[in-house]
């Protein structure tokens, strides 16, 4: 005899789960679209919580910030990690529990405020390298911290308004350099500084990039070549995203080959030998090896304070 | 007259095969679980159940619930499971039925929040030994229904068996994590 009742019941739960789950996709997307949320969640597993503090961050109260800070609840029951670009501040709080969470808010005159979903909030003033503060309604509790400034190397990943070209811009601290390309015949390494929440980078042959640091992207001008200029967003990225580089001899030509990787691990990259300009092969990111004329060679992520632009 | 004897009496090769098919769908279940929640992306997000200060503490409560109808559903099976020398009241089997289908639905969006936002997760033994026992009490919840489906072929002791993994399942579920956080972070809403 078969019996139909614990199908039911099973087909039930298999219903259920499928409903929640649909609706979890469609509250999780508007999250996904708007990049902090997946930008925010990296540093906790990431080097800010490590870093060391540093002098360059300029954080007088009522001046433009544009710093990361790391540091611990008072019992070191929460790391927290803020990123603080212009007016805009982003936090990842995270109490060795499976979940995190995110914060977004403002600053303002060296006070920061943030909220994230469920009530929780952060409040912090900005005191030389450190900030002190409060967070609030976090697992019913609230948490006295403290965090100081620390330089990291943050990348920043995007693409131009129409998609002509790709980049990626990594800073340290008040140094950065770039490099953009559209994968096939445009290229330009890009080398200078941030300054506030303001980077400059100039190249070579009228190359150049201007951008504004807001929250946790960056906006502006870049300039693959001379009276070519094209706008651009970039957000902040995880790696693999970044600047990857390769300078390898290939049937005796000195070639020089870029990859602007973003952190969806899209990658464009050229290769340049001589005067020849052709689409670089793709970057395996596990091990930043490539295979060029059957020869197998190793592309190494570029930091924002090495020299990629010699004058 | 044989016909009578065979519903009554069912030789072994009658069970073998459902209560294969049964478990075979129980450990699919599991290992299917397991395997999504450890390759699947966490995604670190997921709905929110409305009225609580975190999903972690909606969840707690949800699985507490969950614990209490499956107390209800663990004593009336055990006294069902005596009805050949005490037969049970009729009102027990139902009792038993959706005491059962009410736990585990409660745990329904528990899992999902589990699985989707967070994903199967080794960083420590009470959170490695969580994520084991919900792909255990899923595998062991799926053997049982399909048990049920054919239990006039089954012998007694299979429903029993299968019914106290699930209950031990649950509880130590509930233990690893309801239990933690109402004792780590304080009993509240």
Known sequence: ?311 | MTTQQVAVAPPRDRWAKPLAVALAGGCAVALALGLYARLHHPARYALDVAGFSSPLYAKAWLTTAAVVFAVVQVATGWRISRQPTAPAPAWMAAVHRWSGRIAILLTVPVIVHCIYALGFQTYSARVYAHCVLGCIFYGAFVAKMLSLVRRDTMPRWVLPVLGFVVFVSLVALWATSALWLFATHGVHS
């Open chain 1, 1 to 311: 005899m078969t019996r139909r009742g614990p199908l039911i019941t099973l087909c039930a739960v298999i219903v259920l789960a499928v409903i929640f789950l649909w609706a979890n996709t469609l509250v999780a997307k508007p999250g996904s679209a708007a990049a902090p949320t997946s930008a925010t969640s990296v540093p906790a597993t990431s080097p800010w919580a490590t870093s060391a503090p540093s002098t360059s961050a300029s954080t007088s109260a009522g001046t433009t910030l544009h710093a990361l800070y790391a540091g611990r609840s008072s019992g070191d029951q929460v790391t927290v990690a803020i990123a603080i670009n212009g007016g805009k501040a982003a936090a990842d709080l995270n109490a060795g529990l499976p979940s995190e969470v995110s914060m977004q808010g403002s600053v303002s005159g060296g006070r920061v405020t943030m909220t994230a979903q469920n009530g929780v909030g952060l409040e912090g003033s900005v005191s030389g390298q450190d900030m002190f503060g409060t967070i609030t309604g976090f697992l019913g509790q609230s948490f006295p911290f403290s965090a100081a400034a620390a330089v990291v190397e943050a990348v920043y990943a995007g693409r131009s308004a129409g998609n002509q070209v790709t980049l990626s811009v990594v800073t340290d601290g008040d140094k950065a350099i770039g490099y953009v390309c559209n994968g096939r015949n445009v290229q330009a390494w890009l080398q200078g500084s941030v300054n506030g929440n303001q980077v400059t980078l100039t190249g070579r042959d009228g190359a150049g990039l201007t951008g504004t640091l807001s929250g946790l992207a960056m906006f502006g001008m870049v300039s693959p070549a001379a009276g070519v200029s094209f706008p651009f967003s970039a957000e902040l990225s995880p790696r693999p995203a970044g600047v990857y580089q390769a300078r390898i001899t290939v049937d005796g030509l000195a070639t020089r080959i870029g990859w602007a990787v973003l952190p969806d691990g899209i990658q464009l990259g050229v290769a340049v030998a001589g005067t020849t300009k052709y689409a670089a092969p793709p970057l395996d990111l596990g091990d930043d090896s490539f295979t060029l004329g059957g020869e197998s060679y190793r592309a190494s992520a570029v930091a924002g304070n090495q020299t990629v632009v010699t004058p």
